[in-house]
């Protein structure tokens, strides 16, 4: 039988020691329940089998520890952690009514999934200081170099003195070769606190630590095949950081942590960090020495929002890394500066790779009608695969540039299509309309904060039902394409400059046919 979680209630409140206790007395009632659906499990399968061979280690009783959501105060902290790691857990016998010891060895030994996010939220700097050290602490005395696998830290206030209080479960023997993935997600993370994390999660065993620190009895577990010793980035296989206050310093720390990690890593996000063109520079350079490196073979998720990729050497880097992404599923780059070139080289990259994409955000580029013929290109390829597309806040992009996208979608497997504050009119309207037999199983459309016609609103209202979302804030007593008469002999322009380069499927097919020529 699998191990359970263990998790509070839902509602959002402040646990102190009563309450702590409470949850306890439901954790316990849980386990024992577990517990005994284990033992019988087991001894059912000892009755009926005949092989001689010992058993196998049993599981764990609990995998998962959630804490989120709450706000502890210290004494409710020191009870959790006594119930989890206490190797005698004593309840009362209903038939003696005597004491007997359950629970061995501790629930914390079992534990590898710690979701300790929002855990002190209201609390003055030094309680919550103590809380957070309080509950990781417990993972110190686990058995082992550490099984503690994924950690979840969002959402917690913490300054260089929370990083020391969480180090157990960010840089010590708890996750020396266990840790394979970290959440630091609105935290607060400041450049100098973001190094503080990156020398933790780079630093190999023994260094800038305590001899004691070292497990000489697993030095081969914990040195590389080179020779060298291992960090814990090396393990990882998803890093996030978001909504920090990380800033260019902040954001060579998280390239520094990149340029350990190896090709086990599978989802990168560092997004919302307050990075410059200089910090945004570092994040595409680590991307594209890891890419060099093959350690993006295995890429899945890639969220770099809100960055700034605008100056040409910064995007050519970042396409260079997406060239080798060849399993990427899902692509974040809103509000990244990328303008009509940088999004026609990243399309380029993403074709190039071939990614089987399922969730595509370009929003926030000022994109327009030119860099929408690139979005085209690229989602011909993925309609196989495309689950979410979005385009949000391109206001540039009016009723040409999404009528031009929206023409090439033709899938099966698109489920949220996002438009707002994109200018469209009637145009773009009528052409999102005439896309639903094209998309049948669309869940969610969004097309809020532009300027269609109410007549238009209607159609849409009437072919696509409850799938359209609100659009409180559109203007439907003016037609945003009444501004489109300039831009298309614009647009012209391009398309009879365009003409003139053969796209790659032309290429192609006239390869192949002069392969064909004899002479």
């Known amino acids: 039988m699998n191990p359970i979680t263990l998790v509070p209630t839902p509602t959002r409140e402040v646990i102190d020691l009563a309450k702590a206790e409470s949850m306890i007395d439901t954790w316990r009632a849980k386990l024992l329940e577990h517990q005994a659906a284990v033992q019988a499990t087991c001894t059912i399968t000892t009755t009926t089998t005949t092989d001689s061979s010992p058993p196998p280690p049993p599981l764990p009783l609990c995998d998962t520890l959630v804490l989120s959501n709450k706000s502890y105060t210290p004494e409710a902290a020191k009870c959790i952690a006594s119930f989890l790691t206490s190797s005698s857990s004593l309840s009362l016998s209903s038939n003696q009514g005597d004491e007997q010891e359950v629970f061995h060895p501790p629930i914390v030994s079992g534990i590898q999934t710690a979701i300790l996010s929002d855990i002190i939220a209201s609390q003055p700097e030094a309680e919550g200081l103590q809380v957070l050290s309080i509950l990781t602490g417990i993972f110190q005395n ?14 917690n206030a913490m300054g260089s003195k929370g990083v020391t209080a969480c180090q157990e479960v960010i840089g010590g023997k708890a996750v020396r070769n266990s840790l394979e993935s970290l959440k630091l997600c609105n935290n607060g993370l400041s450049e100098d606190t973001m190094e503080e994390v990156a020398c933790l999660l780079t630093a190999t065993a023994g260094e800038d630590n305590d001899e004691d620190d070292i497990d000489h009895n697993n030095l081969d577990e914990e040195t590389n095949a080179n020779g060298s010793r291992s960090c814990i980035a090396q393990n990882l296989k998803l890093l996030h950081f978001y909504n920090n206050m990380s800033g260019n310093d902040g954001c060579k720390s998280f390239a520094k942590i990149l340029n350990h990690c190896t090709d086990k890593i599978m989802d990168i996000r560092m997004s919302g960090t307050r990075a410059r063109a200089e910090g945004s520079r570092f994040i595409v350079q680590a991307l594209y020495d890891a890419a060099q ?35 990427l599923k899902e692509l974040n780059l809103h509000d990244c500066v990328l303008h009509d070139e940088g999004i026609r080289v990243v399309c380029d990259a993403l074709i190039q790779a071939k990614a089987p994409l399922e969730h595509l955000n370009l929003g926030g580029n000022d994109v327009t009608p030119v860099g929408a013929k690139s979005i085209a290109r690229l989602l011909k390829h993925v309609n196989s695969t495309l689950v979410t597309f979005c385009a949000s806040e391109n206001d540039e992009l009016t009723s040409r540039g999404v009528k031009r996208i929206v023409d090439v979608l033709d899938s099966v497997t698109l489920e949220n299509v996002v438009f707002n504050i994109t200018s469209i009119g009637k145009i773009g309207a009528d052409a999102i309309v005439a896309m639903k037999d094209r998309v049948p199983n669309i869940k969610v459309l969004e097309m809020d904060e532009n300027r269609i016609p109410l007549v238009c609103v209607e159609k849409l209202q009437e072919v696509y039902g409850d799938v359209l979302m609100e659009m409180e804030d559109n203007d439907e007593e003016e037609d945003a394409d009444d501004d489109l008469e300039e831009e298309e002999e614009e647009e012209e322009e391009g398309e009879e400059e365009e003409t003139m380069v053969p796209n790659d499927d032309a290429m192609d097919s006239l390869t192949s046919a002069l392969g064909k020529v004899t002479v």
Request: net charge negative.
């Open 142 to 155: 686990t058995s082992g170099t550490g099984t503690l696998k994924h950690v979840d830290l969002s959402d």
């Open 293 to 327: 490196r093959g350690d993006l073979k295995n890429l899945i998720k890639l969220d770099l929002k809100d960055n700034s990729f605008a100056e040409v050497e910064t995007y050519q880097l970042l396409t260079q890394a997406l060239e080798k992404c060849t399993t």
